[in-house]
């Protein structure tokens, strides 16, 4: 199995930032495939936010274009979104996957909340 932990949501105002972390344990050495991350906000379906993969190349959602950065800490299994210019339609919670070759192929973290506030 692969665990992964989001950590470092809270409440922010309008204009703020927050960086949120995504710490992969167990067997992640099958994940060769990057880490993305996800948000969900009130009454809204799952949408894409952001994805790393191993060589590094990113892409992002065009809502969040030139406000958050994805990066990665390899030997930490750790990848990081740092959320800058935060909007309250920002609001969400925030979830880190990835896939793997081992079942159930597609893992999910636990989601970590930021809420930002006008």
């Known amino acids: 199995q692969v665990q992964l932990v989001e950590s470092g949501g809270g409440s922010v105002q309008a204009g703020g930032s927050l960086r949120l972390s995504c710490a992969a344990s167990?067997?992640?050495?099958?994940?060769?495939?990057?880490m993305s991350w996800y948000r969900q906000g009130p009454g809204k379906e799952r949408e894409f936010v952001s994805r790393i993969n191993g060589a590094g190349s990113t892409s992002y959602a065009d809502s969040v274009k030139g406000r958050f950065t994805i990066s990665q800490d390899n030997p930490k299994n750790t990848v990081y979104l740092q959320m800058n210019s935060l909007k309250p339609e920002d609001t969400a919670m925030y979830y880190c996957k990835t896939t793997c070759t081992i079942s159930p192929y597609t893992f999910w973290g636990q989601g970590t909340q930021v809420t930002v506030s006008s």
């Open positions: 167990g067997y992640y050495e099958f994940c060769t495939g990057g």
